[in-house]
């Protein structure tokens, strides 16, 4: 069974930016979407970055759109997460997330219930 880690996770201050990486106990890459979620405080789990399994697709909400970026990593088994111009309402816990199921993408509005595979997730905390 895939096994996903979170990692990157810290404070940062307002405007600042921070990287998250996600390690799987396989190869990723062709074989699954990934989906980076998060989770604040009395909130709702959202989607807030989209990859499609042949990194040639990704997408965004709006509440991060032109600030994060997800891509692959350096080896075949990590996606990365690259948040820039970070905001207090960014800080969540920020989990990984993936299936090797057909699913839409699009603006990154994915159920979590749809994805198979989760990491423990990995806290971000933008302050002042």
């Known amino acids: 069974q895939l096994q996903l880690v979170e990692s990157g996770g810290g404070l940062v201050q307002p405007g600042g930016s921070l990287t998250l990486s996600c390690a799987a106990s396989?190869?990723?890459?062709?074989?699954?979407?990934i989906v980076w979620f998060r989770q604040a405080p009395g909130k709702e789990r959202e989607g807030v970055s989209c990859?499609?399994?042949?990194?040639?697709?990704?997408s965004y909400p709006e509440s991060v759109n032109g600030r994060f970026i997800v891509s692959r990593g350096n080896t075949k088994n990590t996606v990365t997460l690259q948040m820039n111009k970070l905001k207090s309402e960014d800080t969540a816990v920020y989990y990984c997330?993936?299936?090797?199921?057909?699913?839409?993408?699009?603006?990154?509005?994915?159920?979590?219930?749809?994805?198979?595979?989760w990491g423990a997730g990995t806290l971000v905390t933008v302050f002042s």
């Open positions: 396989e190869v990723l890459w062709d074989y699954y979407d």
């Open positions: 990859l499609g399994r042949r990194a040639d697709y990704e």
């Open positions: 997330a993936a299936t090797s199921k057909r699913m839409s993408l699009l603006k990154c509005r994915v159920n979590p219930t749809d994805l198979d595979y």
